[in-house]
């Protein structure tokens, strides 16, 4: 993205005309490494551009690793490419308005006042050396109200993250742009999409983003498979445990997508906000049976309360907004008051960290059921260096004995949420994967459900 800066003449940038083509002109020697230039209109107008890579974009404080890919650079686009717009994310919205300008906002601007009848305003009034149109009104809508996308500087955590209406121009651009960032085949030749997915993803996060993604990309007729030996997982395991497409025999170049930039598909509002439920049709009819074989024998016809508790990583990373979790203690009185009311026999809990099991033990007692299974410290990662569960784990085995333990983990962990999933209600410490997916897994049978807020 183009940021618009004052005329700095002590500087000799490379002097560009002011015309409609300023942006694609500029981004043709950002390719060969200038990120400057000055800008020369009429009437004496001077001002610089100067180019921001979009994936340097992070909130202040954010977790997200600096080296994680968000958003591509969009060098290349065409305004003018219709079937590769998607204009979905501000159909909600009656009112747009930017806080500043820069290329996105004046390309962005030009397209709502071009395909919608949106009210367009801008509290920057440098948008008008750009834009002449008697819709786009300088200053602020005077009402403020669910119906008015602000788009703001600061970057957003996660897309229209309060009150759901305030968005960072990168994302909305991004959201707006991104089939000509997929493909430059003709959108309606496509019949795949090939997801590839990050070694540090986890088995739940895995399942909950693909079933995100097809159930996003089927409405537009466009089937979503698993790259072969794209996770940390083999395909053998995978196949053996679930039904989730793989390789299509008549994919090929003509009509499949390959999506190598995991976070930017799933920072699309249309992903985020499809089902990211893991029904029970997705598991094999034997490893379901497996699952329902440990769970008579451990809870029997017992009234469990369910608590999920994820801690470890995501205390390390300092999850925040929407991912933070809560612990032991925040979570202490809601269980206290659930089991006071509703009189349960036992708690399972099911959790990675082992700070938090011992904590909770120390509360509950016998009361609380866990299974036995490899959990870890918050310390373990303070210690190492280490972000992510996936990375702990690589440093404390070695290859080969990584790749012999991680079947078994990965069945301790669907025992645990499968159990999670058959409770009478659950408590869980916020929004995560595994939440979901013991929500999916119990199809609406709970009691209770906290939190509420998913989907």
Avoid at 130 to 147: A, C, M, Q, T, V
Avoid at 243 to 267: F, G, K, Q, R
Wanted: a negative charge; one cysteine or more; hydrophobic letters at 35%.
């Amino acid at each position: 993205m183009f940021i618009i800066k004052a005329y700095d003449t002590d500087c000799n940038h490379r002097v560009l005309p002011m015309d409609s083509h300023l942006f694609h002109r500029a981004a043709r020697f950002v390719i060969d490494g200038e990120t400057s230039f000055h800008v020369h209109g009429e009437n004496g107008l001077r001002f610089d551009i100067e180019y921001f890579h979009n994936n340097n974009a992070r909130a202040e404080g954010s977790p997200i690793p600096s080296d994680m890919f968000l958003y591509p650079s969009y060098l290349y686009y065409d305004e003018s490419d219709v079937e590769k717009l998607d204009l979905f994310i501000v159909e909600g919205f009656d009112c747009i308005s930017f806080t500043s300008t820069s290329e996105y906002s004046i390309v962005l601007a030009r397209l709502f006042l071009k395909y919608t009848d949106k009210s367009i305003f801008c509290k920057d009034e440098r948008i008008r050396w750009f834009i002449e149109d008697s819709r786009l009104i300088i200053g602020e809508p005077e009402n403020d109200d669910d119906k008015v996308l602000h788009v703001v500087d600061e970057f957003q955590d996660y897309l229209l993250s309060q009150n759901n209406r305030i968005l960072d121009p990168i994302a909305l651009f991004h959201n707006i742009f991104y089939r000509q960032w997929m493909t430059a085949r003709p959108w309606q030749d496509i019949k795949y999409l090939e997801l590839t997915v990050p070694k540090s993803e986890g088995i739940g996060s895995l399942l909950s983003s693909f079933s995100r993604v097809s159930n996003c990309f089927n409405n537009w007729g466009i089937r979503t498979f698993l790259r072969s030996q794209t996770s940390r997982y083999s395909d053998k395991m995978l196949e053996r445990m679930f039904h989730i497409d793989m390789v299509p025999e008549d994919s090929d170049e003509s009509n499949t997508i390959h999506i190598n930039s995991y976070p930017a598909i799933l920072s699309l509002y249309q992903v985020q906000i499809s089902l990211g439920y893991i029904p029970r049709s997705m598991f094999r009819e034997e490893f379901l049976a497996e699952l329902e074989e440990y769970r008579e024998a451990v809870l029997g016809d017992k009234k469990v309360l369910g608590v999920l508790i994820r801690g470890t990583d995501y205390v390390a990373l300092n999850m925040n907004g929407l991912f933070r979790q809560s612990c032991v203690d925040d979570l202490a009185p809601r269980i206290d008051r659930a089991l006071e009311e509703e009189n349960y026999d036992r708690i399972f809990l099911a959790t990675e960290d082992q700070d938090v099991l011992d904590a909770m033990r120390k509360r509950y007692g016998k009361k609380l059921i866990a299974i036995a299974q490899e959990r870890h410290r918050v310390k373990e990662f303070e210690s190492l260096a280490t972000p992510m569960i996936y990375e702990l784990e690589r440093q404390k085995r070695s290859d080969q004995a990584y790749e012999d333990a991680l079947e078994d983990t990965t069945v301790d962990y669907f025992y645990a949420i499968y159990l999670l999933s058959s409770c009478h209600s659950l408590i869980a410490s916020g929004i995560n994967s595994g939440f979901a997916m013991a929500v999916s897994l119990n199809e609406g049978r709970y009691r209770s459900v906290y939190p509420t807020n998913f989907h």
